[in-house]
T-cell receptor
Framework: GAVVSQHPSWVICKSGTSVKIECRSLDFQATTMFWYRQFPKQSLMLMAT?????????EQGVEKDKFLINHASLTLSTLTVTSAHPEDSSFYICSAKGGAGGRDEQFFGPGTRLTVL | DAKTTQPTSMDCAEGRAANLPCNHSTISGNEYVYWYRQIHSQGPQYIIHGLKNNETNEMASLIITEDRKSSTLILPHATLRDTAVYYCIVRVINDYKLSFGAGTTVTVRA
């Protein structure tokens, strides 16, 4: 149980284009989802927290207009990187946490590797 | 504002127990200790968490000192597939954000 998927697993795009990454909780309802970014040889950095049906809360230094997050249902959150540039190339990882009465820990997706040319 | 301190790396022998230390000397009474691991190019995997008492599950055991200022993650019989970066994280109850430090790179050798 507690499986989180991400799609796509990797994507290559041209500079200036937008890329959408999906995060799904497959066997539980996720009231809260988190988006992280990980650069090579670095640790995970939390980008934003999203609760189903409400606006995401972004960490300091993360541009909310560049990284659009939508958490429209209890099983799906999307991250759209708008007008991507080479410096946005990174490993993007989502995690999901169940609601009240559910398990307390976050379960992570397998990650999406974004390369911007 | 690292709340935990872990060794940068450690090696262990396949089939032996691996003991991973973590210091969290400023931990508060309302903070859990969580352990995750990340195998290369994958998302982190939850291992175990605890508040005050020692915990055990099918993956590992977590030993928390009585003063809660440090803990040890024990992998009872390390295998090559346990090679990963292990993160010890302190998390406030009811605040579900996780702050990842550098972790410990564990290499299990045959």
């Amino acid at each position: 149980g507690a499986v989180v998927s991400q799609h796509p697993s990797w994507v290559i795009c041209k500079s200036g284009t937008s890329v959408k990454i999906e995060c799904r909780s497959l066997d539980f309802q996720a009231t809260t989802m988190f988006w992280y970014r990980q650069f090579p040889k670095q640790s995970l950095m939390l980008m934003a927290t999203s609760n189903e049906g409400s606006k995401a809360t972004y960490e300091q230094g993360v541009e909310k207009d560049k990284f659009l997050i939508n958490h429209a249902s209890l099983t799906l959150s999307t991250l759209t990187v708008t007008s991507a540039h080479p410096e946005d190339s990174s490993f993007y990882i989502c995690s999901a946490k169940g609601g009240a009465g559910g398990r307390d820990e976050q379960f992570f997706g397998p990650g999406t590797r974004l390369t911007v040319l | 504002d690292a709340k935990t301190t872990q060794p940068t790396s450690m090696d262990c022998a396949e089939g032996r127990a691996a003991n991973l230390p973590c210091n969290h000397s400023t931990i508060s009474g309302n903070e859990y200790v969580y352990w995750y691991r990340q195998i290369h190019s994958q998302g982190p995997q939850y291992i175990i968490h605890g508040l005050k008492n020692n915990e055990t599950n099918e993956m590992a055991s977590l030993i928390i000192t009585e003063d809660r200022k440090s803990s040890t993650l024990i992998l009872p019989h390390a295998t090559l597939r346990d090679t990963a970066v292990y993160y010890c994280i302190v998390r406030v109850i009811n605040d579900y954000k996780l702050s990842f430090g550098a972790g410990t790179t564990v290499t299990v050798r045959a």
